[in-house]
């Protein structure tokens, strides 16, 4: 036999890396066929359960013979325990309650991992919103603690939510997209600041704990640097931090205020995002957009300000807390360790 050793061996390499990949894609698709299928026969079974317990009368003993014998029958499943037997009854019903949503959210529900079926139905009061959570889950392929984080940061009732001119000055595709996209306010509950903390401060810290900050923003944002330069003329001017976003394709430039908004944010922001258009943007891009970040505002002079800006332009306020969500508590640094990295900014 013809040792392997040959000038062969590269492409042998290579096949083998691509055949690897295929086999991993198998491998996920073949988990996500067996969760749709698993998540399939729950809902016929919380569908039978419910009628049995409705038609027949049967008590809560019910379930605990129903476990028994089929665990008994299927010993290696953890799924027929009586507790699960109820959750499963209890994911049905909460779902059917609400009939239109419950049609529209079937082929949704089974997609997505039977624990985020159970957070999304714990943590939400109604299907409309736990709807969201399942469209956002499925979308964005967030983890069970993501998405804990995300219920508890009230992602429903502050997305889309912050103030913009994008139906003037964006064509309607791009413009709703792009006002789904923001929120209000943006919750930093990553962060430990001062209450006296400056643009600076806060601009840094932000960048220092990017991944966060990105998880915040939301999905299709990509970093693209921090007091990045632009030459207008004879003066050099800094963009506070440049993303780019996958989806919108454009650039956003966010600009970050620790006071409350004032009229000549938005003046000054519109002049950055012209001079981004120009320098930056390329044939393929939209037009820019802006995201003012400020401690608070008042909604009424905020309209006016936005009412004659001719870019895109979005403003919100943040907010800092001093208190991780729980699920996330032993995944992000602790405060004492982010005070330490401040202490070194």
């Known amino acids: 036999m013809t040792p392997f050793n040959t000038p062969a061996r590269p492409a042998y390499t290579q096949w083998l890396a691509q055949l690897k990949t295929r086999f991993r894609a198998v491998q996920i698709k073949a988990a996500v066929a067996v969760n749709t299928e ?23 003993g019910f379930l605990a013979q129903l476990s028994q014998d089929l665990m008994r029958e299927f010993p290696e499943v953890k799924g027929f325990s009586r507790r699960n037997l109820e959750l499963v009854r209890r994911w049905y019903l909460y779902w059917i309650s609400d009939a239109a949503i419950a049609k529209q959210a079937v082929s949704q529900l ?25 469209q956002q889950t499925q979308t964005h392929h967030w983890s069970r603690a993501v998405l804990t984080h995300q219920i508890e940061g009230g992602l429903w009732q502050r997305q889309g939510q912050a103030l913009n001119n994008f139906a003037q000055t964006l064509p309607a595709p791009q413009s709703d997209l792009a006002a789904q996209l923001l929120k209000d306010p943006y919750v930093f509950d990553f962060l430990s600041l001062t209450p006296e903390h400056t643009e600076r401060e806060l601009e840094g810290a932000l960048t220092e704990h990017i991944t966060q900050f990105l998880l915040e923003l939301g999905a299709g944002f990509a970093y693209m640097g921090r007091q990045v330069p632009l030459q207008v003329g004879e003066r050099e001017f800094f963009l506070d931090l440049l993303f780019y976003h996958a989806r919108l394709h454009c650039y956003v430039v966010v600009e ?23 320098q930056l943007r390329g044939p393929q891009d939209a037009p820019t957009i802006g995201l003012l970040l400020c401690k608070s505002k008042d909604r009424l002079v905020a309209e006016y300000a936005l009412s004659d800006i001719h870019k895109p332009l979005g403003l919100a306020s943040y907010e800092l807390s001093h208190t991780l969500p729980e699920a996330l508590r032993d995944q992000l640094p602790s405060i004492e360790r982010l005070e330490a990295e401040l202490d070194d900014l």
């Open 110 to 134: 089974v997609a997505i991992p039977w624990g985020h079926n159970l957070t999304i139905v714990r943590m939400c009061p109604d299907p409309a919103q736990a709807l969201f959570y399942v």
């Open 38 to 60: 698993l998540l399939q026969f729950y809902w016929a079974l919380g569908a039978d359960i419910a009628a049995q317990q409705a038609q027949a009368q049967w008590g809560s």
């Open 256 to 278: 970050l205020k620790t006071v409350d908004f004032e009229p000549e944010f938005a003046g000054k922001l519109n002049f950055y995002l012209k001079a981004v258009d120009a």
